[in-house]
């Protein structure tokens, strides 16, 4: 059902989609459908978080398998998994993180973007040993500023535009190179 879903957010969009079109796509009834998901909302949230956990467990796995000398390589890597999501995994491109549904279909107690900041907190933190406290603000305000620049590329370029892509890896990472404790590298090179 969930692979039904995400196909039909990449032909009808959210707004298209509903439980009939997701159960006959899926090849059930529609009252099996709405044994496991109440909406068509229950089933994009679902899918959702399937694509987060998917996001959170890619980067992780990049992490562990690259050698990460600084912090600007994981903010690479971050970017590098969005963006190969965006262009592959079906109906990331119209949904993302599921901010086009609802700002908090995430959770209910805080903001997409939050959820995602927290995860990449966790996951950078004990890549580079250092303190969730310290990175929270400064990644919450990258992934705020990121999210703005790449929806922009998203709509000048179905494929995202490679000069905003840049742009966006360019303000985080000059961004982040001001903000992160002063023990970590500043001399970043460009991502051009």
């Not at 909302?41 to 998917?54: G, P, W």
């Not at 600007?72 to 971050?78: G, T």
Request: aromatic share 8%; net charge negative; proline share 5%.
């Amino acid at each position: 059902m969930l692979e039904a879903c995400a196909q039909l957010i990449d032909e009808v969009g959210y707004d298209g989609l509903s439980t009939t079109l997701i159960a006959e796509r899926a090849g059930v009834a529609v009252g099996s459908l709405y044994q496991f998901f109440p909406d068509k909302r229950a089933v994009v949230q679902e899918l959702t978080l399937r694509n987060l956990d998917r996001f959170v467990r890619t980067v992780s796995a990049r992490f562990e398998g690259v050698e990460m000398a600084h912090w600007w390589d994981a903010v690479d890597a971050v970017f590098d998994v969005y963006m190969t999501m965006h262009r592959e995994v079906p109906g990331f491109s119209r949904l993302h993180f599921g901010d086009v549904v609802d700002l908090r279909l995430l959770d209910a107690s805080k903001d997409n973007n939050t959820v995602i900041a927290e995860k990449l907190t966790s996951l950078i933190a004990a890549e580079f040993d250092l303190e969730a406290a310290d990175l929270m603000l400064p990644l919450s305000v990258a992934v705020e500023a990121a999210d703005a620049v790449l929806h922009l590329a998203f709509r000048r370029d179905p494929a995202g535009d490679p000069t905003l892509v840049t742009e966006a890896r360019e303000l985080v990472r000059g961004y982040l190179a001001n903000r992160l404790p002063d023990d970590q590298p500043k001399d970043l090179p460009s991502p051009r």
